[in-house]
């Protein structure tokens, strides 16, 4: 990576490590491990296998600003956030937790991660331990200004009933703002929860979102994960879920991506004891020049594993989107069950998706399936459609509706389902106001 | 109501249909038979428009216009009506939202109001009673899953439902079993009325036990080469389409 460049990142470091915030000495060597590593590393580029069609040229080469004024949201917005999404709110801005306007339930343990990292040694044992700062040059940066976030614990057995949100909202005063929240979900033994990773924002500035989130679920935890992106499409979203599963737990999430000018949304699950299930899902909606990837990692590592992955994509105008999603059946890792899906539809004829799905058995009785389609509007629908009377644009965005549906009804939830429906109607006609 | 005209008609510079001339007046049924690949599916599919077809020469006159000038969609508005001998599936919109979305169009093209939800879904439920379909076929996704008979049923009820002009059926008999083929017929019958037409091809007289159409067509190589009464349909069951190369 080009010296100059790399300087903002060093200068930023430094910076921080003179200005006098306490932290426990294991955050601190944390810190400087990985901001080593990501000296070391840069930026991946497109010579590397996992980001072969992911350019990241605009950030290498962007100028970002790490120290921004904090700004409050106006009591308005706050009270029509909980209007509109209802009790259990965790808010963000500008990558900043504000406990003061987030509301939060009663049974389970939401603590802005400062505050976590000097009063929970056992945290250690978690953080930056299953994100991989070494191979991932997002989750190196991320964690050398390890700072801002929250932690969730869901104590054992208990039920969190009312999903969580988490509201980033995105305002900057300036160009160039770089947000690096740390997501740190605890997930008790037979725990029960759901939360939304929900990315929006405000102003019409741009920005850079790193953000990390780490989930550990505990024997029999059951825990859903829905997120939604819907950053500025002058903002570059980089994006990990590195997913810790024990014995018996079951994890779901669903990934709505429609914002961002860029962005990489990595889910990473590993399976780390013996019956354990997961089903990733994920739709991304592309549109104008938006580079939408979506990648996964599923790392079969015991015996008696179910994993189900289904996303799909939908890219209009010059937009471009990539799926890459690779899952590992390690050996001994015996009766796994695994799937994945990927499906894409282009509305024009310069959009563009890359799929590569990648299956790696090391072990025999196992029962695995892949599949992957890219293609046009089918010609034969759309005349069947007009036949009815139904005009040429309706017809193909009765089509596309049709086409995500399959996906939007694997949400297990009604309130998400709907969420999702009303989201993916808005961006469809975006995305028909340009074909 | 339509009129063709010398119609000759290409696909991927093959030429199939080589110079069609037929007359259909208001009110009237026209069957069109003939052996597999003699153009009969071609002739309905560039009526409705696919553009996977080219006029090469000829012209279709319908009302008194030009019909190739209008679009896929502009036809239907005017009450052009194919039902598909392959009803295509349409994953994830479901059946009544589709045909609701149909109806307003055309009726948007008379003239007329649309319909709210409530209103459709009574008018729907009504006309499916006159093809015996199970009121669960609403909320799924069109033809997906559907068995071939309820994939021609399903064609009849959008017929019902759009109320056309011009019903021109593809092979609407095939792959029925005989239960359902009555089903069917019925429901097409109860749609025959003095100013709709229906252009019936089929592939064997079968149907024509229960439709009885006014003229029978034999089209063969892509030309109409008999022209006749409804007795011509028996001859052809008896004696084979080779008869009327013959004769």
Redesign the interface.
């Known amino acids: 990576m080009d010296k100059t460049k790399m300087q903002q990142y060093t200068d930023a470091f430094e910076a921080r490590k003179t200005g006098g915030m306490s932290e426990p000495l294991w955050v601190r060597r944390l810190r400087e491990e990985a901001m080593a590593a990501f000296v070391e590393k840069g930026f991946p580029s497109t010579r590397d296998e996992a980001w072969r069609h992911t350019d990241l040229t605009a950030v290498r080469e962007g100028a970002f600003i790490f120290e921004h004024k904090p700004v409050s949201l106006p009591q308005g917005r706050i009270e029509d956030l909980k209007k509109e999404y209802g009790g259990n709110l965790v808010v963000f801005v500008n990558g900043r937790y504000v406990e003061e306007v987030s509301s939060l339930p009663g049974n389970i343990g939401v603590t802005g991660l400062p505050k976590a990292l000097e009063s929970m040694p056992e945290l250690e044992s978690h953080c930056g331990t299953h994100a991989d700062l070494k191979q991932n040059a997002f989750v190196a940066l991320n964690t050398a200004f390890l700072g801002e976030g929250v932690l969730i614990k869901i104590p054992e057995g208990q039920v969190l009933e009312v999903p969580l949100r988490l509201m980033f909202i995105a305002d900057p005063a300036i160009d160039g703002a770089i947000f690096q929240p740390r997501v740190l979900v605890l997930a008790g033994k037979r725990s029960a929860g759901t939360i939304v990773e929900h990315y929006s924002s405000a102003g019409s500035k741009s920005y850079f979102t790193n953000v990390v989130s780490e989930i550990i679920l505990e024997e029999g935890a059951s825990f859903r994960h829905y997120k939604i992106q819907d950053e500025s499409k002058k903002a570059f979203h980089m994006a990990s879920t590195w997913v810790v599963q024990e014995k018996g737990s079951r994890f779901s999430s669903w990934a709505l991506s429609t914002g961002s000018r860029l962005m990489r949304n990595d889910c990473y699950v590993g399976l780390t004891k013996e019956e354990t299930s997961c089903a990733l899902n994920g739709l991304y909606l592309g549109d104008g020049e938006q580079h939408l990837d979506q990648h996964t990692f599923i790392d079969h590592r015991k015996p008696a594993g179910k994993s189900r992955q289904f996303f799909k994509g939908l890219m209009a105008g010059k937009s471009r989107g990539v799926f890459g999603g690779k899952v590992l059946v390690r050996q001994g890792a015996v009766q796994t069950d695994a799937t994945q899906v990927n499906k894409n539809l282009l509305l024009s004829d310069e959009a563009r998706v890359d799929t590569q799905p990648q299956l790696e058995i090391d072990t025999d009785d196992v029962k695995c399936s892949h599949g992957a389609a890219v293609g046009p509007l089918q010609e034969d629908a759309v005349f069947y459609l007009r036949s009815r009377g139904i005009g040429e644009r309706d017809a193909g965005r009765i089509l596309a509706r049709g086409f995500v549906q399959e996906v939007i009804d694997a949400a297990e939830q009604d309130f998400f389902k709907r969420e999702l429906e009303e989201r993916v109607s808005q961006k469809l006609e975006a995305q028909f106001c340009q074909s | 109501m339509l009129e063709i005209k010398d119609l000759h008609v290409s696909v991927e510079g093959v030429e199939i249909l080589k110079g069609i001339d037929l007359k259909v007046r208001a009110g009237e049924v026209h069957a069109i038979m003939g052996p597999n690949g003699s153009g009969k599916s071609t002739l309905t599919r560039v009526l ?5 077809y080219q006029v090469t020469k000829g012209s279709v006159t319908y009302e008194g216009k030009d019909l190739f000038a209008l ?3 502009e ?3 005017q009450g052009v ?2 039902a ?1 001998q392959y ?7 479901n059946n009544a939202y ?1 045909l609701k ?3 307003n ?2 009726r948007k ?1 008379k003239g007329l109001d649309e319909l709210d939800a409530m209103e459709f879904l009574e008018f729907l439920k009504e006309k499916m009673k006159t093809v015996e379909m199970d009121e669960s076929f609403l909320n799924r ?1 069109v033809n997906e899953g559907f068995s071939g008979g309820e994939k021609k049923r399903n064609e009849i009820l ?1 017929m019902a439902v ?1 109320n056309p002009k011009l019903a021109i059926l593809d092979e609407t008999d095939s792959g029925l079993d005989i239960d359902a083929l009555k089903i069917i017929s019925e429901g097409i019958n109860r749609l025959r009325s003095p100013d709709r037409s229906i252009i019936l091809v089929t592939h064997y007289q079968r149907i024509l036990n229960y439709i009885t159409p006014d003229h029978i067509h034999v089209l063969m190589g892509g030309k109409i080469v008999k022209s006749g009464g409804k007795d011509l349909a028996l001859q052809l069951e008896e004696k084979g389409y080779e008869w009327v190369k013959e004769t």
Request: hydrophobic share 55%; net charge negative; glycine share 6%.
């Open positions: 409705a428009g696919h553009p996977a679009s896929i969609e036809r239907a508005r009506f194919l598909f009803p295509v599936d349409i994953p994830g919109v589709f979305a149909a109806l169009e055309i093209a996704p959008q759009l």
